[in-house]
């Protein structure tokens, strides 16, 4: 399945490692030295500049989306348990 983060920007929902809030980068600097290392070895996406609420990991890209975080993960728990249906489903066609 897939996760809009905002703009034109879709990703693949099992790509996700984390979604953070924006505000966690100033808050923890533990988190926000994380960060710096992450965008020195990932490519550094910033979907609108003008206004950045979450932060999402993948293996390849950091995002920077205008999109809540809360709304991303709700966005993502959704799709996994649709997910988890449809290999239900499935498994209940084979047997």
């Known amino acids: ?3 809009h983060l905002g703009g034109d920007v879709i990703i693949r929902s099992k790509d996700i490692i984390a979604i953070l809030n924006c505000d966690v980068k100033e808050q ?9 290392e992450e965008e020195k070895r990932k490519k550094k996406i910033v979907i609108s500049s003008d206004y950045i609420k979450s932060i999402v990991l993948t293996n390849e ?3 920077y989306s205008p999109v809540s975080s809360l709304t991303l993960n709700r966005r993502a728990q959704g799709k996994a348990i ?5 290999e239900h489903d499935e498994e209940n066609e084979t047997s």
Do not use: A, N, P, W
Not at 28 to 36: A, R
Not at 82 to 86: E, I, N, T, V, Y
């Open 61 to 63: 890209e950091v995002y």
């Open 28 to 36: 923890s600097q533990v988190t926000s030295t994380y960060l710096k």
């Open 82 to 86: 649709m997910d988890l249906h449809h």
């Open 1 to 3: 399945m897939f996760i």
